[in-house]
C-alpha cells in the first residue's frame, strides 16, 4: 500500500475537512489528515456504491466516525446499517469493511488508528463468511 502524505502537520494544525474531500468514479478516496508517532488520523471519500473491502488490522484498533452518508459497516460476525453521526469501535485483527449504499448521495468517514505501525491485511471474503 502507497504511503500517504498527511495534510496536517506540525506547520498546518488547523483546516477544513472539506479541503481533503475527494470522490472519483472508480474507486474510493482514501487520505491521511495527521499523523503522529502513535496515530493514523484518516478521511475515506466513499461514492455511491463503493466499498473499502474486507480487511484487517493485526496490531491496531481502529474508530469510525460516519460524517455523512449511509451505508453498511461490517466489523467481524456484525453488519451495522451506518449514517452521518454513527460511531464505530473495530478492534485489533478483526475483518471489517465499509460500504455506501445510498444511491446518489457521497460517504464521508474519519477514522483514527492506533498504535502504530497500522499494517492493512487484505481478507478474503469466503474464509470470513465460511
Same mark, same amino acid.
Given at each position: ?12 494544525? =488547523? +483546516? ?7 470522490? $472519483? ?6 487520505? $491521511?489528515? +495527521?499523523?503522529? %508517532?502513535?496515530?493514523? +488520523? /484518516?478521511v !475515506? ?10 480487511? $484487517? ?6 474508530i ?14 456484525? @453488519? !451495522?446499517?451506518?449514517?452521518?453521526? #454513527? ?5 485489533? #485483527?478483526?475483518?471489517?469493511?465499509? $460500504? /455506501?449504499? =445510498?444511491? @446518489?448521495? /457521497?460517504?464521508?468517514c474519519i477514522?483514527?488508528? %492506533?498504535?502504530?505501525?497500522?499494517? =492493512? ?6 474464509? =470470513?463468511?465460511?
Open positions: 500500500m502507497k504511503t500517504m502524505i498527511p495534510i496536517g502537520s506540525e506547520h498546518k494544525k =488547523h +483546516f477544513s475537512l472539506r479541503e481533503a474531500e475527494e470522490f $472519483r468514479e472508480r474507486f474510493f478516496i482514501r487520505k $491521511r489528515l +495527521f499523523e503522529t %508517532s502513535d496515530m493514523h +488520523f /484518516n !475515506y471519500c466513499i461514492a455511491p456504491g463503493q466499498q473499502n473491502p474486507l480487511h $484487517r488490522h493485526p496490531l491496531c484498533d481502529e469510525l466516525y460516519f460524517v455523512e452518508g449511509v451505508g453498511q459497516c461490517v466489523v467481524g460476525k456484525e @453488519s !451495522y446499517a451506518v449514517k452521518s453521526g #454513527d460511531l464505530v469501535l473495530v478492534p485489533k #485483527d478483526v475483518p471489517h469493511s465499509i $460500504r /455506501n449504499t =445510498h444511491t @446518489s448521495q /457521497n460517504m464521508v477514522l483514527a488508528q %492506533s498504535p502504530l505501525p497500522c499494517e =492493512h491485511v487484505p481478507v478474503d471474503t469466503r474464509e =470470513h463468511l465460511g
